[in-house]
């Protein structure tokens, strides 16, 4: 970690990373208003993340990330720009949304560019997996959309094939969705852009369907 990171994470840390404590966050009080929420999972180095809370203002951001290099520059990012609509939970994602998060609260979910573990035997391992979409589908309100978004052609295919098939979403699109405006363009991905490389957006809304 750069000196910048190191001191976000000393002066920021406390105010803007959310203790996890194996229980309901109470995100009303963490963000000290009542706001639509969207939890982005896996945000990397925060660039995306920042920008896409800075253009909404009117809405509250959680990103959830377990490496600590990475929430050091989103939280220096976080000063930076200012940001009062932004908080982190430096933890496992799937015990955060599990646990942490309540069914039919959440107006957004965004996981872009996850780990693709691109060797077939390791594709057991990647987080879009049915079981987690449900879970994630059940934190959505009805309206609430999930946004996806991957480089790996066939991770996106693999994407596509779970989303659809599971019952509380449905997709916007015939197939894979434009890059909505709201998401921006990293560096990374404009340049693999310009080098002919693809990238799969999928954004599925969550239906009036309730389980079981």
């Known amino acids: ?36 929420r969207v939890v982005e999972i896996g945000f990397g180095m925060g660039q995306a993340t920042a920008e896409i809370a800075a253009n909404q203002p009117e809405a509250d951001f959680l990103g959830i990330e377990v490496h600590t290099p990475g929430v050091g520059a989103l939280l220096k990012a976080i000063g930076e720009r200012g940001l009062a609509n932004l908080r982190i939970v430096q933890h496992d994602a799937v015990a955060v949304l599990h646990d942490g998060i309540a069914p039919d609260s959440l107006a957004g979910i965004h996981i872009y560019f996850p780990d693709p573990w691109h060797k077939k035997r390791h594709h057991k391992r990647r987080l879009i997996q049915p079981e987690f979409m449900h879970m994630l589908a059940g934190r959505l309100r009805p309206g609430g959309y999930i946004h996806l978004a991957t480089d790996w052609e066939n991770y996106a295919e693999q994407m596509l094939s779970v989303l659809s098939a599971e019952p509380l979403l449905q997709n916007t699109a015939q197939g894979y969705a434009p890059r909505p405006a709201f998401r921006p363009l990293t560096k990374f991905e404009a340049r693999g852009l310009r080098l002919g490389h693809g990238v799969w957006d999928l954004l599925f809304i969550r239906t009036e369907v309730k389980n079981g």
């Open 1 to 36: 970690m750069g000196s910048g990171q190191e001191k976000a994470l000393t002066e920021l840390g406390p105010h803007f990373i959310l203790p996890w404590r194996n229980e309901r966050l109470d995100l009303d009080a963490a963000f000290g208003r009542s706001a639509d």
